[in-house]
C-alpha cells in the first residue's frame, strides 16, 4: 500500500463518523431528552441516534468501525438481581451518565440499584472472515456484558479504563443483541470515584468540593473487526537523547509475529525498523522536530504485523518527540522540558458539564476547555481525579498542553480494604497503559489531599518503575489535610490557597503549587444553584476579580518562580455545580476575566522562566537611602517616625535628624543572606519590618519570625529596585498616602490599588542624606 493511500486509510477514522455504517437501535421517537440545569453552547447539538459519532481512539486507528452510541433499552433493577430483567421499560442516550440530562433519564442511583441496557446490531457483510470486537471506552463502575444471551468474558471492574471483549462466536450471523449490566455503588463503594458522590442530580444547596455521580456506561461503545492475529496495544515513548522512537507492540492470536514500525512526517517517511511483538525496539527520527507547547508537532505512525512478508495487520497511531525531566538550574531542581526550563503554568480541570456531568455534549465541547486554556496563555492542565476519553488526550496532544493526570481517588474518610486497594492499582496500571503514548501527559498524580492514602512511597516507586518515560506525584497537596507525603517521586507539591505562598525545591524533588487561587465571581444567570455559589476569595465584580488574578500572576513570576517554584495550578478553568470560581460559568456560557490581560500575565511569567531578567543586588555594610519614583513624589524617600514607616521629602535644607532617619545601612537578610534587611542609621539594632501588613521599624528581638519580617529581596525594577518580603514572596514594599505597607498585587486592601502599583513599589537606591 502506498505510503500517502495508507495515511489517508489511517486518518480516516479520526475524522469520520460512523454514519455510513448502520447500527439498529430502539426508535428514537420513544426517547425524549431531559431538561439541564444549565445549557452549554453544544447541548442543543447533540443527535439523538448517533452522539458523539468521532473515531475513539486516536493512538491506534483502523478504517473500519461502527459506533453503538445512541438510543438503547434501558431498566433498573434491585442490586441483587445478576442477570438480564425480561423487560426493558425505558430509553437512554448512551453515552452519556444515567445522572445526566443528555441521557433522558437523570435520575440518581445508588448502591442498591443494577443497571441495564439493551439493543441490537447488525454486523456488516464486509467484515466477513474477521474477528469482532466490541470496545467500551469507560463504563462506571462493574460491567458484565451479553451478546445474544452468553456472557462474553468476564466481568470488568473499573470506571475509567477502556476494555474490550472477542464476540465473535457469539454472533448469530443476522441481528444480534447486546445487553450490559452495570453495578456502581458510587461513594458507598470502595473502588476510585473521584469526586462523584450520591447527591441529588437536580441543583441544590452544598455539596461543596464534590458533586454529581456519573454512573454507567459513559464513554463511547463501538465495534471493529480485526484479524485473528492482531496488534492490541502500541506504546511510542521518544529519546530525544539518540533522536529515536522506542516502540513496543502488543497483540492477540500471535505465533511467530514480527513488526515493522514507520515514522513519517506528514506522508513523508522519515524513519522504520522491524522488531518483534512484546519487546520494545527503536525507529530512527533524524533530527526530530520536537514536541512542546509552542510548537505541538506530531509524527505520524504506522505499524505493520506480518506473518513472514505478509501483512496481516495494520494501524496508524502518531508520536510527539518530547521529555521530561528534573534537574538542576542555577543551583535550583526544576522540571525541565526537552532539557530546559519552562515554568508550567495551569488550571485544576475537572472535567465536569451541567448537561453531561462526566461526559462532553460533544467532541467539540470536549476540545473546547482545552482550547480555553491555550487562549488564556497555559501551556498545562491538571486533570483532576478523573480521567478523559483517549480523544481528550489527542485534543491536549494537538493544541500543545502538557497533562498532568491524576489518578481518580477512592471515597475520602475510609482505610481502603486490600481488595480494595488490589482493584485500584490494576485500574491505576490499566490506564497508565492506554494513555503512555500521549506526548502531551508529562506528570502521574498518585494521590490528592490524603484522600484514600495508603502506601504513598510504594506507589509512587511503582508507578515510576512502570512508567520510566513520565514525573510522579506521589502526593499532591502534601501540606494539606492530613496528607502523608511519601517522601519521594519527582515534586514536592503543595496545596496554598489562595496562595501562591512559597513552595521551595528539594534537594532531590522539584517544587510545584498543585492547587491555588480559587477567587470566585458568581454570574447572575450562570449559576448551577442561585445564590449557592461559593469561592476561596469571592470578588464581588469583575474588575476586582482581574486585578486580583492577574496580581497573583505578577506574584507567582517576581516572587515564586525565581525562588525555586517550577509548575503552578490555578483553581480552576470552569465553575463546577456550586464552586463559582471558574475562568469560565459551568455552563461555559461567560468568559469572567479579560482574556487578552490574563494572557500577557501568564505568557510573562512563563516567558520570564525561559528569559529571567537579571538579578537585582544591593551593596552591603554601607547606608543608603531609598527615593520614591512615582512621578508624582521623586523627592520623597523612606524614613521611619514613631517606629512606624514612611515617605517623606528631604533634601539638603532637611534636619539632621530627618536626614537619619532617611538613611538605612544594608546587611545581608537576617533570615536568609542571599536577601536583605535594612538597619536604622540613629538605632542600630532597629530594622524595617512589615507586621500585620503595615511596615514598621523595630528592635531586632532574635525570633524566627522578627527575621523573616526584616528580610527583603530585591527583584529588578524600571529606575531602580522592588523589594518582596521574603516570607510573603510577591508582596511588596510600597508607599501609599505617604504611610509604608506590605502590598498585594491586585489585593483586596486600599494599600493594594492596582493605580500605579508597579512604580510605587520601586526604589532608587541613592547615596544616603547621614553617612
Not at 708 to 716: E, H, I, K, S
Request: net charge neutral; proline share 7%; hydrophobic share 35%.
Amino acid at each position: 500500500m502506498k505510503l500517502s493511500r495508507w495515511f489517508a486509510l489511517a486518518l480516516a477514522p479520526l475524522l469520520a463518523t460512523a454514519g455510513t455504517v448502520i447500527a439498529t437501535a430502539a426508535p428514537a421517537s420513544a426517547w425524549t431528552p431531559k431538561t439541564p440545569p444549565m445549557t452549554t453552547p453544544w447541548t442543543n447539538s447533540v443527535p439523538t441516534a448517533n452522539p458523539l459519532p468521532e473515531y475513539p481512539r486516536p493512538q491506534l486507528t483502523r478504517t473500519d468501525w461502527q459506533n453503538l452510541n445512541g438510543i438503547w433499552d434501558f431498566a433498573v433493577t434491585g442490586s441483587g438481581q445478576t442477570s438480564p430483567p425480561g423487560t426493558f421499560g425505558e430509553q437512554i442516550r448512551v453515552p452519556f451518565p444515567v445522572e445526566s440530562a443528555l441521557s433522558g433519564i437523570q435520575r440518581k442511583v445508588t448502591e442498591n440499584d443494577r443497571l441495564w441496557y439493551r439493543r441490537t446490531f447488525t454486523v456488516p457483510s464486509g467484515w466477513a472472515g474477521r474477528r469482532v470486537q466490541l470496545n467500551f471506552g469507560a463504563v462506571d463502575f462493574q460491567t458484565t456484558v451479553w451478546v445474544n444471551g452468553t456472557q462474553a468474558g468476564a466481568v470488568h471492574s473499573g470506571g475509567y479504563d477502556a476494555f474490550t471483549y472477542d464476540i465473535t462466536s457469539l454472533l448469530n450471523g443476522g441481528t444480534n443483541t447486546i445487553v450490559v449490566g452495570v453495578y456502581d455503588p458510587t461513594d458507598a463503594g470502595t473502588q476510585a470515584v473521584g469526586k462523584q458522590r450520591r447527591n441529588d442530580v437536580l441543583p441544590h444547596a452544598g455539596g461543596g468540593i464534590f458533586y454529581t455521580g456519573a454512573s454507567g456506561i459513559w464513554q463511547t461503545v463501538w465495534l471493529e473487526p480485526t484479524p485473528t492475529a492482531r496488534i492490541t496495544r502500541v506504546d511510542l515513548v521518544p529519546n530525544l537523547s539518540n533522536n529515536t522512537l522506542s516502540v513496543n507492540v502488543q497483540g492477540a492470536g500471535l505465533s511467530g509475529h514480527t513488526v515493522t514500525a514507520t515514522v513519517l512526517n506528514g506522508t513523508t517517511q522519515v524513519g522504520t525498523a522491524n522488531g518483534g511483538t512484546g519487546t520494545a525496539f527503536s525507529v530512527p527520527v533524524p533530527n526530530a522536530h520536537r514536541w512542546s507547547p509552542s510548537d505541538p508537532f506530531l509524527y505520524n505512525v504506522r505499524v505493520d504485523l506480518k506473518s513472514g512478508s505478509t501483512v496481516v495487520d495494520s494501524v496508524g497511531s502518531y508520536a510527539g518527540m518530547r521529555s521530561i525531566s528534573i534537574g538542576n538550574v542555577n543551583g535550583k531542581l526544576r522540571i525541565l522540558l526537552n532539557g530546559q526550563f519552562v515554568f508550567q503554568s495551569g488550571t485544576l480541570d475537572q472535567g465536569y458539564w451541567p448537561d453531561g456531568i462526566y461526559t462532553a455534549p460533544t467532541d467539540a465541547a470536549l476540545r473546547s476547555d482545552l482550547q480555553a486554556h491555550k487562549d488564556l496563555g497555559f501551556n498545562m492542565v491538571r486533570k483532576h481525579i478523573k480521567v478523559e476519553p483517549q480523544r481528550w488526550f489527542y485534543h491536549a496532544d494537538q493544541l500543545g498542553l502538557l497533562v498532568w493526570q491524576d489518578m481518580p481517588a477512592m471515597p475520602t474518610g475510609k482505610n481502603p480494604t486490600t481488595a480494595a486497594r488490589t482493584q485500584w492499582e490494576a485500574e491505576y496500571h490499566r490506564i497508565i497503559d492506554q494513555h503512555r503514548s500521549s506526548p502531551a501527559l508529562v506528570m502521574w498524580v498518585d494521590q490528592n489531599e490524603g484522600w484514600g492514602q495508603y502506601d504513598q512511597a510504594r506507589i509512587a516507586s511503582d508507578v515510576k518503575a512502570y512508567d520510566p518515560s513520565r514525573l510522579v506525584n506521589n502526593m499532591s497537596g502534601v501540606n494539606c489535610c492530613g496528607s502523608v507525603d511519601g517522601g519521594n517521586g519527582d515534586v514536592v507539591d503543595n496545596h496554598i490557597y489562595v496562595g501562591p505562598g512559597s513552595t521551595l525545591p528539594t534537594a532531590t524533588r522539584a517544587a510545584v503549587l498543585g492547587e491555588f487561587g480559587g477567587l470566585g465571581l458568581r454570574v447572575s444567570g450562570h449559576e448551577w444553584s442561585p445564590g449557592n455559589g461559593f469561592s476561596y476569595e469571592d470578588q464581588g465584580n469583575a474588575t476586582n476579580l482581574n486585578n486580583r488574578i492577574v496580581g497573583l500572576y505578577d506574584q507567582l513570576r517576581t516572587g515564586g518562580m525565581p525562588a525555586g517554584l517550577s509548575a503552578s495550578v490555578y483553581t480552576e478553568i470552569t465553575d463546577v455545580e456550586n464552586e463559582s470560581n471558574g475562568f469560565l460559568t459551568y455552563d461555559r456560557q461567560v468568559m469572567k476575566v479579560d482574556v487578552a490581560r490574563f494572557r500577557a500575565a501568564n505568557q510573562a511569567l512563563i516567558n520570564a522562566s525561559t528569559n529571567p531578567p537579571p538579578p537585582a543586588t544591593l551593596p552591603t555594610n554601607v547606608y543608603r537611602s531609598f527615593r520614591v519614583v512615582t512621578p508624582c513624589c521623586t523627592t520623597r524617600y523612606i524614613r521611619h517616625q514613631n517606629s512606624l514607616g514612611y515617605t517623606e521629602v528631604v533634601d539638603a535644607n532637611s534636619s539632621t535628624l530627618l536626614k537619619q532617619d532617611a538613611t538605612w545601612r544594608i546587611v545581608p537578610g537576617l533570615a536568609d543572606a542571599s536577601c536583605y534587611s535594612f538597619e536604622s542609621r540613629n538605632f542600630p539594632g532597629q530594622y524595617l519590618r512589615h507586621q500585620a501588613y503595615r511596615v514598621r521599624k523595630d528592635p531586632n528581638d532574635n525570633s524566627a519570625l522578627f527575621k523573616a519580617d526584616a528580610t527583603w529581596c530585591a527583584q529588578q525594577g524600571t529606575g531602580g529596585v522592588r523589594l518582596t518580603a521574603w516570607n510573603f514572596p510577591g508582596q511588596f514594599l510600597r508607599h501609599r498616602a505617604s504611610e509604608l505597607w506590605l502590598a498585594t498585587p491586585g489585593g483586596p486592601n486600599a494599600w493594594d490599588n492596582p493605580t500605579s502599583f508597579t512604580e510605587d513599589t520601586t526604589w532608587s537606591v541613592e547615596n544616603p542624606w547621614a553617612p
